[in-house]
């Protein structure tokens, strides 16, 4: 695709991210997507769902088949989904004491199924599907096997989680989404088509709002994009990409349960300035 198709999915992106923005805002479920954040804060969750839909159909938009286009709703609409049942049924008491991965498969022995838990698989399972449709021609070909759509699957995955991990302060996790996206969409086009272009433009439509915290992302947004982002990695690579993505997402998943990236990033000069880049005082 040219640059002339890159702006058309941009501006697709754009649009569909302000416009489903005003619709959650305008609902009549805008009032249990209120939220306290991190500075006491009253701001909306909307900016979850407008990701989610506006990257789904904007990357969509670009694919260059129907499976494609199909691995493309995948991931964005069914990681959104999950996540946005994690936001509303995780903000209940109970639901809270979980926390990571640890804590959520600990709940199992409890016997309680967390809602978190639902989202990992769910989000699991929304990058098997997308990445099996993804590379159903390779593998005809045979320069892709099952093992590498197992993968794939974690990068799509992985990408998710990596994002969601970074939605803490605003803007943290849009700006890493365009970054990643455009680390995505570098040199010559996958046969897959351009599915980075138009969520990076839903992520750059939705940045104002997030740095001033009006809206946030949320776990359906982060997981949404992320694993949009995700796709269009695991479209762009093959084994030995795919094994290095999904490395240093499970690394950066593994560091989380010790690290907190917040005061890393606080302690790294130029990581420090770009996150705190745009964002209120």
Request: no cysteine.
């Amino acid at each position: 695709m040219g640059m002339l198709s890159r702006l058309v999915l941009a501006g697709v992106g754009a649009l569909a991210a302000r416009g489903t923005l005003t619709a959650v805002r305008r609902s009549p479920f805008a009032a249990s997507l209120e939220r306290v954040n991190h500075k006491g804060h009253q701001i909306s969750l909307a900016a979850g769902p407008a990701a989610a839909v506006s990257g789904a159909v904007s990357a969509a938009a670009g694919a260059k088949n129907p499976r494609a286009a199909a691995a493309a709703l995948t991931a964005g609409l069914a990681a959104g989904a999950v996540g946005l049942y994690d936001d509303i049924a995780g903000d209940r008491p109970e639901q809270k004491r979980y926390k990571g991965f640890k804590g959520h498969f600990a709940a199992l022995k409890d016997g309680v199924v967390t809602s978190g838990l639902i989202k990992i698989v769910g989000v699991g399972a929304a990058g098997l599907v997308s990445v099996a449709l993804l590379d159903a021609d390779r593998r005809r070909e045979g320069s892709l096997r099952v093992a590498d759509t197992l993968v794939g699957a974690g990068v799509v995955a992985g990408a998710a989680n990596f994002v969601n991990l970074l939605d803490v302060r605003s803007g943290r996790a849009l700006k890493a989404t365009i970054a990643m996206g455009e680390l995505a969409g570098l040199g010559r086009r996958p046969a897959a088509g351009d599915l980075v272009s138009g969520p990076v433009a839903a992520a750059g439509a939705l940045i104002g709002d997030d740095l001033g915290e009006k809206v946030m992302l949320g776990d359906s947004g982060a997981n949404a994009l992320g694993a949009q982002v995700g796709l269009g990695l695991a479209a762009r690579t093959g084994r030995w990409g795919r094994l290095g993505l999904f490395a240093l997402f499970a690394a950066a998943a593994v560091a989380s349960e010790k690290v907190s990236f917040t005061k890393v990033i606080a302690r790294t000069p130029g990581l420090r300035e770009i996150d705190e880049f745009g964002r209120k005082p």
